[in-house]
């Protein structure tokens, strides 16, 4: 990822031990490194191996990392940071850093970027477009390294120690029920039990009982382990055992709780102030923290509001989450199921109530060890078997996760594909003759919007198109650039029951994209879907959009790998998110008809789609992206990147109307969440929560 353009800042020498090469760290990291340890961008020149290195610190030397040759590399910046030593670096080997703060990095540009034959203004202007593109390339890379996670987690130790516990209310007795925690003991640890035991016996709100299920020959060692619980024996496998705890409960809420679990103090409060507050609420749930082998917290876990795609394909909720037993009760642990049952009956119950009823409590509620995002190898071939019963369709497994294969209706609906241009017809080109070659699915019509076209190449390819794919329709537009007109006038003249927005800055590359989004759109209560969007180096241009973010909205995990995880996994599984970009975005006829089309007024060049989706949302309708869509965008391509000072004041005026109607400078995501930084596009932790903690539910 080395920027051709723009070098690294070059360390200055300083004196090492013998062997080593020593760089000195200037004292904006040094001052920087004491708030705590910081991940930086290091590149080396002048070596074609990898170099071991240390960073010397007022303590002593640090741990030991590894320079990589000809690649930026990220390292974690201990506190007392004085300098770096290289060891075995050749002769005039040079070590650099990179800053990473927007201002530092364009003055660093335009100060030492390769630009020449550039007067200052045109020099400045350069240099701020290739620390824009670096900058995006260098968190990206910061964000998927493992020095960030060791930076996070002790920057989550500082936030657990403020937040986490910190829960002061405690429910009256009768303002919500007894809470009952059921445990399967069946497989479990007596170091685990013993430990889950001792946070139940801390619990702030004692109106709980704790169930705890195990074989009728479960070692004595167990049932002395489970301190303060009522023991019930059962035989079969982990759904029987946890059904016995349930057949045995007392409370009004239960809640099935891991074997292995340490709730936090104020669990037990959490969920049921929740149910307290909000008397209609028929699931609750909270967020969790990550535990080492030892039990020390590593980081937090935090979910976002219901979110019923993401509960499909990795069950994120289920390892805390409470409803009422009568419900429990009612639909039942199937034992076919087997380690399953728990995200069965969650999933059962989650699936016949409206959002408004399931309330997200962002707080850190339990800590678990050994769980990452999705299923474990031991129950995802029952989990995927349990949610193929429910929906009816076939289920397929992908590593940890799962993606139910919805078809497509048996009557194809016509989708009307919107395509606003103005010359620029090779780009053009390369948008429709990909749409027509490379798209498995076939009932689509072509609406071609042109904004005053005058290119003769231009109108020439609208011809081909046409010859090409008959189903094509050329409306004239000779207005002034305004998206959300343009786009309206295409959808004016669309007879299709689905509307496709898409950009001509689009290639298609996988055959199946359109399926894939025609059978999401068709579910009940979709309302508009989103692919996944590559730049042409084949990093993250769009996985959809967080409200809010730099207060307003972006795209998470730009410029991250195409292959990048994100966010506990959350970009290899179809999920609900607020918004999509329109670059790619389909919407069900019926659902653009109820909820009036893009606003050409108030946001003739920004934020129309954000706008467009959240309105979909404040209806009713779901707002779905899926990374099983995948398609290349070539940016800006087909108007630039280059903004006059009219156009920089056009897009505040806009998204000052943005704020006015969605308060995005405030707003936290639900599918998102206040404990992570609203300032960052790689969903890092908080320092401390940046919105409202109370119960949620999805709703905008």
Known sequence: MHDTEIPPLWLKSAPAATGRAGFALPAVLRLRARRGALAIVL?????????????????????GETLLPGVPTVALLPAGATRIEVAGAPPGFRLGYYPVHKVALKLHAFANGRFEGLGLPRRW?????????????LHALVSAAPARRRAEAARYRAFRARFVGDFAELPAPGAAPRLSLLTDGGSASAANLSACAAALAAQTDRTFEWVVALPPDAPTALTQAAAGARIVTAEGGPAQRIAAALNAAEGGLVLFLDAGAQPTRDAVALIRDAFAKHPDCALAYADE???????????????????????ESSGYLRRFAALPRVDALRLGLDPATGPAAV?????????????ARIRHVPRVAVGLKDHPPGFAPEE??????????????????????????????????LVSIVVPTRDRAALLAVALRSLIARTAYRAFEIIIVDNGSVEPATFALFEEIKALWPATVVVRDDGDFNFPRICNLGVDAAQGEMILLLNNDVEVIDAGWLDE??????????????????????????????????????????????????????????????????????????VWDTI??????????DCNDIDLCLRARRAGFEVVWTPFATLLHYESASRGKKRSREHRARLKAQRARMEAIWHTSTLVDPHYSPNLDRKSLFAAE??????????RTGGV
């Open 43 to 63: 590149s080396g020149e002048g070596a074609d191996a990898p170099l071991p290195f240390t960073f010397a610190t007022t303590t002593g030397a640090g741990d």
């Open 686 to 695: 908080a320092e401390a929560p940046e919105g409202p903690r109370t119960p």
């Open 289 to 311: 923290e990550r535990l080492d082998d030892g039990g020390a917290p590593l980081h937090g876990v935090y979910h976002p509001a219901f979110n019923r795609h993401l509960l």
């Open 596 to 605: 009036g089309p893009l606003d050409a007024e108030r946001f003739a060049e």
């Open 343 to 355: 995200f069965d009956l969650l999933l059962r119950h989650a699936s016949a109530l409206p959002d």
């Open 517 to 590: 989004m025609v059978a999401l759109a068709a579910l009940p209560g979709a309302g508009i879907v989103g692919a996944k969007l590559l730049f042409p180096d084949r990093t993250i241009q769009h996985a959809g959009v967080i409200a809010g973010l730099f207060r307003y909205a972006d795209h998470w995990f730009a410029h991250n790998a195409a292959d990048a995880p994100g966010y506990e996994d959350r970009l290899r599984v179809r999920q609900n998110l607020s918004a999509v970009t329109a670059a790619c975005l389909l919407i069900r006829r019926d």
């Open 125 to 137: 202007k350069a240099a701020g477009t290739a620390a824009r593109t670096l900058r995006g390339a």
């Open 380 to 413: 995802i071939e029952a989990a995927a078997a349990a949610l193929a019963r429910l929906r009816g369709v076939e289920v397929e497994t992908i590593g940890r996760h799962l993606r139910p294969l919805y078809p497509t209706p048996a009557t194809a609906p």
